[in-house]
């Protein structure tokens, strides 16, 4: 059932103080000298992810991967093997490395702990970096070298040892300053109360576009297909994958690897009182849960917890755990206007199952599938309210926006509407979620199919010790809980 978020001044012209009354004054613009940290915080974040040993890296990496695809004799196996372990590779560097750096960026918490031990947090860059390195040498270079030298076009002598990177000193001091640098934004920030939403929303956002610029391609942006082989070969057999993603061997689930220890919070929702012209709780309660088996990923490179060259046996892995629906008490008729209130330290994600098995996202982005960017550069609203606990406090969709129950002619109206809220760790790639629940049978209920999607990192509401208290959903996940709570809300319609 499509979602039309209403315009605010519409709404407005036809409801009015109690909406108003919720927004304050703008904070004025910044001044000169928080424009400066700003710039400066800015600068060293590109120091940072442009230092000579990341350009060297990343690039050493799309050479080689120019080199064996130009092979005459590059074969479907070798394309399966350069997949896997580019693949690998890459999420170690966007999902760890840069995942980790991202952390720090995301609240106050986080920026307080760069203000005081940024030497601290270099070196944790360093590790990650390091683990790169080592997958490199051990794991995707063994790859490259292999296939190139068992081919005679070209010399393989450039192929016998992995070239040397190594995060030397001048590379810790240069993240060391960084993150002080990147710390004192914080201090900033906190002397400036009225103007902290603004000012971390600016900087955020615009480091989100220098880590997306900064990421390795995903192996699928990079134009490459298997060659074909020859009539009778089983190559091509080699190639085909299962259509449910999540039992390819470079399958692993689409959040970050880097995830806040702890994050709890609250979840509730809102529906516009016509008659009181408020905005009130709509009651929710919890229903029955069910027992499902999903992918362990918790000793494979899903949490990288790797073993270089052992043989991964991750497809045999499983792991039970279960899924629970919500629901909201009422019955609501088409034409009513709701929206979803959340309030903790980690990160959320809101999307809605429309007519067709249809996803629409609705935060951090809007639209539907394909026009969701892909990645995990996570974004807040304009009307984020940031604390200095890290606690950040968003209405969904923002500002004077609301979600309506609405009909759409000639197709049979469902008896609920569902509403999917994702509360994680860590970041998630939105698109590549949305996508995998559009393949999956719509007959699979929508707890299921996310707890596939997710596996052995999807959190059970026993893991989150979730409970409804007055229409609040309250929940809470910590450093030993998988990292993403999926919660499915029905809402009733009359």
Known sequence: MKKTILIGILILAFFSANITAQYVTPPPPPNAKEIALTEQALVSLKEILNSPENVKMKAQIQEDVNNVTALSSFSVKDYNKLETSYTHL?????NLYL????????????????????????????KNHND?????????????????????????????????????TASLQLLELGARSLGNLFKGIKN???????????????????????????????????????????????????????????????VDIATVESVSGQIYFE???????????MPIQQGKSNDVVVNDYSNSDASFDLKIGGKKNKRSLKRATSVTPFGTINSYP?????????TGNGFVYVFSINSGNKMYGIFPYQGETELLPSGTNYSYPDNAYFQEDGTVSISIPDGEYYIEISDSPGLEMPTE??????????????????????????????????????????ASVQDADAYVNDGVLSYALNEDDPSVLSLVFGIRRQ
């Open 132 to 168: 790169v390195i080592a997958y490199y040498e051990k794991g995707f270079f063994p790859i490259v070298s292999q296939i190139i030298r068992k081919n005679s076009d070209i010399s393989a002598d450039g192929y016998f040892n992995p070239p040397a990177f190594a995060m030397v």
């Open 334 to 342: 088409a034409g009513t206007l709701y929206r979803v209130k959340s």
């Open 417 to 458: 509407e569902k509403m999917i809220v994702l509360c994680s760790r860590s970041q998630i790639d939105m698109r590549d979620v949305l996508t995998q629940m559009e393949t999956m049978s719509p007959a699979i209920s929508p707890e299921e199919r996310l707890a596939k999607i997710f596996g052995s990192l999807s």
């Open 271 to 281: 529906v516009y009182d016509v008659t009181n012209d408020y905005d009130a709780y």
């Open 99 to 126: 995942a980790e750096m991202k952390l720090n960026l995301s609240n106050y918490r986080q920026f307080n702990r760069l203000s005081q031990n940024p030497e601290r947090q270099a070196k944790k860059f360093v």
């Open 90 to 94: 890459s999420r170690l560097y966007n």
């Open 192 to 254: 400036a109360k009225r103007k902290r939403q603004s000012l971390a929303k600016n900087f955020i956002d615009q480091a989100n576009h220098l880590f997306e610029e900064s990421q390795m391609p995903k192996w699928g942006s990079l134009g490459i297909y298997p060659p074909q082989e020859t009539a009778g070969s089983n190559g091509n057999r080699d190639y085909q994958k299962n259509d449910n993603r999540n039992t390819d061997d470079n399958y692993a689930p689409p």
